[in-house]
T-cell receptor, first 113, second 113 residues
């Protein structure tokens, strides 16, 4: 089935630095979603994108739906220790079911205070 | 006030046993899901239900049988548990329709020994 290529796999950064991660697919996606998962918890939705070119912010987080509809990125500015976790991209493949959300393999973010 | 709640949070059992995981959502959503997260943190959909009807069965062994008694509940029963079933299982829900985001429960960590 469709898989999303998410990079980088992991990042080690200093508090205060900006972070960027992205996700690409081989097919067109109708939605792009970004989730954060902390240890022992379920994924929590951060940002949802519905239109090509859409740029959306949520506090220090900014995400964009790529113009080609085959990619998305997430930026975190001025990182803080509580940003630690696994960040997942996800989306609905335009050629697949709307009841199926496909996930990337995640980016593990570590922030050193 | 938990939106999507699943029980138990931890489940340790022997090979060959039968076990169930329960899920309830109080968001008024029509669609519910079961996802499996493996040891590498990869999230993969197992089942989707919409208004109690099975929509997606993502080539899951028939030892796994979901049951939705009503729109707010989606339980997962697993027969003849195998070592490879060890994983974290997440229940999620979303509003019916196209391009909507899913909200996840806290997960059930299943360990088969």
């Amino acid at each position: 089935g469709q898989q999303l290529n998410q990079s980088p796999q992991s990042m080690f950064i200093q508090e205060g630095e900006d972070v960027s991660m992205n996700c690409t697919s081989s097919s067109i996606f109708n939605t792009w979603l970004w989730y954060k998962q902390e240890p022992g918890e379920g994924p929590v939705l951060l940002i949802a994108l519905y239109k090509a070119g859409e740029l959306t912010s949520n506090g220090r987080l900014t995400a964009q739906f790529g113009i080609t509809r085959k990619d998305s990125f997430l930026n975190i500015s001025a990182s803080i220790p509580s940003d630690v976790g696994i960040y997942f991209c996800a989306g609905h493949d335009s050629g697949g079911s709307n009841y199926k959300l496909t996930f990337g393999k995640g980016t593990l973010l570590t922030v050193n205070p | 006030d938990t939106a999507v709640s699943q029980t138990p949070k931890y489940l340790v059992t022997q090979m060959g046993n039968d076990k169930s995981i329960k899920c309830e959502q109080n968001l008024g959503h029509d669609t519910m899901y079961w996802y499996k997260q493996d040891s590498k943190k990869f999230l993969k959909i197992m089942f989707s239900y919409n208004n109690k009807e099975l929509i997606i069965n993502e080539t899951v062994p028939n030892r796994f049988s979901p049951k939705s008694p009503d729109k707010a509940h989606l339980n997962l029963h697993i027969n003849s548990l195998e070592l490879g079933d060890s994983a974290v299982y997440f229940c999620a829900s979303s509003r019916q329709g196209v391009l909507t985001e899913a909200f996840f429960g806290q997960g059930t960590r299943l360990t088969v020994v």
